[in-house]
């Protein structure tokens, strides 16, 4: 696999011919010979030979000559006419270059390397909510476990016959689980409600209950968030939930009681190291308080 995408990444283009491969790199053509002429391929008694050794006094042709030749007689009409209408010359001064040709620029890059071994994924909504939005690393990854309800809430813990404490730590009333600690709790609704004066974050106060998933009502929220806001109500989205999460956490692990206050502190501490990190989306006129 990883040969083949490597293949698939580049072209090499030929001075010498000492460091190409004569089947397997993509040097003639718009593909690989192997992959091109795979009947001549099985049958090669070497497959691993260098440009120049296969073309000097024709190699190539001499390595196909034993078994059955029938039925490679008409692919080994074509490469030879190929081979031919090419007129490579070897220059024995210019070593072999390989070619970048995935995009990107002439360059190898990352980008363009993931894209090719990654195409065949199924898409997800994970970009547009958490990976391009401006936010910790850490947080990020909470957002994703997140949105997978993969936090190890009671709910989870209950199933699987782990010690917890079933109820939520913030409400002291329901049994926590991902979708009640973040968006049905009593406790955090308030949270949301509290940001959702400030420009920009009006969404978050819109919850319409019963709710089917987590990522169905983040993508919801962000559709109907003006464009211009989409940017910092993201951030802000991840770094609500990321707080409530540290406010849940201190309640069940250091026995601290639940505060309204003291995560909107913590929201707005976070907000102005976030915005002085670079977080231009959380710059103003976004997030300006307004008393509605
Ligand atoms: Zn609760």
């Not at 080994?76 to 620029?105: E, F, N």
């Not at 309800?149 to 049994?175: E, K, T």
């Not at 709790?185 to 409600?193: G, M, P, T």
Request: charge should be positive.
């Amino acid at each position: 696999m990883d040969l083949a995408a490597f293949q698939k990444a580049t072209h090499v283009l030929v001075g010498n011919g000492q460091q190409a491969c004569f089947w397997t790199s993509d040097w003639l053509g718009a593909a690989p010979l192997a992959a091109a002429f795979p009947s001549l391929y099985n049958h090669s008694r070497r497959k691993n030979r260098t440009v120049a050794a296969a073309l000097a006094n024709d190699q190539w042709i001499r390595d196909l000559h034993h078994g059955n030749t029938s039925l490679i007689v008409v692919e080994y009409l074509q490469l030879r006419r190929q081979i031919q209408q090419a007129g490579l010359i070897l220059d024995s001064h210019v070593p072999d270059r390989i070619q970048w040709t995935a995009g990107g620029g002439d360059c190898y890059s990352a980008r363009a390397a993931y894209r090719i071994l990654f195409q065949s994924r199924p898409s997800t909504s994970d970009d547009k909510v958490i990976w391009k939005s401006w936010a910790l690393g850490t947080a990020k990854v909470f957002s994703w476990l997140m949105l997978r309800n993969r936090i190890w809430c009671n709910d989870r813990l209950q199933r699987r016959g782990w010690p917890n404490g079933y109820f939520c730590s913030l409400c002291l009333r329901n049994l926590e689980s991902t979708v009640h600690l973040f968006w049905e709790c009593s406790f955090s609704r308030q949270i949301w409600a509290t940001f959702s004066v400030r420009a920009g974050c009006e969404e978050m106060a819109n919850f319409k209950s019963p709710l089917h998933s987590t990522m169905q009502h983040c993508l919801q929220m962000i559709r109907r968030t003006p464009a211009g806001a989409r940017k910092g109500f993201r951030s802000m989205l991840i770094l609500i939930a990321w707080n409530i999460l540290k406010e849940r956490n201190a309640c069940v692990f250091r026995g601290k009681m639940p505060c309204q206050n003291d995560v909107a502190h913590a929201i707005m501490l976070d907000c102005d190291q976030w915005r002085a990190a670079g977080a231009a989306c959380l710059e103003p006129p976004f997030g300006v308080y307004s008393a509605r």
